[in-house]
């Protein structure tokens, strides 16, 4: 009896070395299929299975929303789990932020192509309604470089650059006739908030006192320009090219020439959804990382300009595209350069990685000009919201190289066009160090 036993359950207990051949081979065979249709592998929470395929993600048209429509377009959400991951056009930065307050389960978003302050902002209170927070995670950077600040033709005589202290006597001039002075950005606090602030503070221009600063949706941009609502304005691409192709104003500079290699964009996510979802999260971070490194390519620019222009996504033409995002800049005042390194990055020079020390920078200038009070704990707001965590686990999911990778949450001092350091380790010496500002330090 017993040795009936034994000999029924041998078989169970191991396999022949036929059979073991066999079963190499074929698993063999199945690794190098999968590596053919997965050149970064099987990942984890693929793997293990995501706890949801969906979500929702909302993007407002602006060339930094790339890689969220490519992941779309090119089935990387699918590839990674999540194939019912819906990509959805928001209306204004305001809707935006309304949509995340909300959640996917009441009709709103869970996360978003968003300016990198609004998470901070959102989980805060300091924009949301009655200033009840929701909590957010920056899961990843979606590109440096590549807004700009673009002005009316009534003032293209002025060597307006990086330098606009030549605004300051046309504006004054323009006051004392008794007309307003008004420059637009996209959402209080929020990164072309900053850049505009930045840029006219350092030509001698206070941005709170000197002119009238207006909200416009980044697809309105340029239609207000046309009507003589707005002196000049700071946004993304594509609607800077799209002012100079339609001969209504011109660029002054490119927000990579105040500050080179400069943060814009996150993924950013309710905090609920990551802690509900981690897998699904992880596998939705993953789609963009990947998305990221096709559009970094330049052999792509073309193909993805043509892509994000389609009716269903921009509604652009590609000709208001392809040139900045290959670094080609006609400014609109007879200044062209070709080639330039202003073009959008989506992964190379860590692009895709959320530096800590680039969010402290942005809540020390939301301090600056009274968004957040002179006493908040920016390091410990930073530590709650930046999942930086999460991303290199999602990098070593996708085996990306070392050498891609950071060694550190810090980039280090960073440096301006004026000559203005920034050094994370110090936040107060930098704002000491701003003439025109509305906090006291």
Known sequence: MTTDTRKATA?????????????????????????????????????????TTKAVLGYIALMDASALVIAKEKGLFAKHGVPDVEVAKQASWGATRDNITLGSEANGIDGAHILTPMPYLISA???????????????????????????ANEYKDLKVTTDASPLK??????????????????????????????????????????????????????????????????VGEPWNEQLVNQNIGFTACTTGEVW????????GMRAAYVDKYPKAAQAILMAVMEAQMWCEK????????????????????????IGRAKGDINYG???????????????????????????LWFLTEDIRWGKFEPTLDAKALVNKVNREDLWRTAAKSLSVPASD???????????????KVFDPENPAAYLKSLSIKRAEV
Request: net charge positive; charged share 20%; with cysteine.
């Open 333 to 359: 005042n007879g200044r062209v350069e070709k080639g330039t390194k202003q073009y959008m990055k989506f992964w190379s020079e860590h692009a895709s990685y959320p530096f800590k020390s680039h969010d």
């Open 405 to 419: 990778i950071p060694a550190t949450s810090s980039r280090g001092k960073e440096t301006f066009f004026d000559g």
């Open 11 to 51: 078989p169970a207990r191991g396999i022949g070395r036929r059979q073991l051949l066999k079963t190499t081979a074929g698993a063999a065979a199945l690794a190098a299929a999968v590596k053919t249709s997965f050149p970064f592998g099987i990942h984890v929470a693929q793997a293990a299975g995501p706890e």
């Open 260 to 267: 080179f290699k400069h943060p814009e964009k996150v993924l």
């Open 298 to 321: 330049m052999e792509n620019r073309a193909e993805m300009s043509d892509i994000v222009g389609r009716r269903q996504w921009f509604n652009v033409p590609v000709p208001d595209i």
């Open 169 to 234: 006597a046309a504006f004054e001039k323009k006051k004392a006739a008794g007309k307003e002075v008004k420059v637009a950005m996209t959402f209080p606090g929020g990164t072309h908030d900053l850049w505009l602030r930045y840029w006219l503070a350092a030509g001698g221009i206070d941005p709170d006192k000197d002119v009238s600063t207006i909200v416009v949706p980044p697809p309105q941009m340029v239609a207000n320009m046309k009507v003589g609502n707005m002196d000049a304005f700071c």
């Open 125 to 151: 209170g300091k924009v949301t309604q009655n200033n009840v927070p929701t909590p957010m995670y920056i899961l990843a950077r979606l590109n440096l470089d590549a807004q700009a600040i673009s002005v």
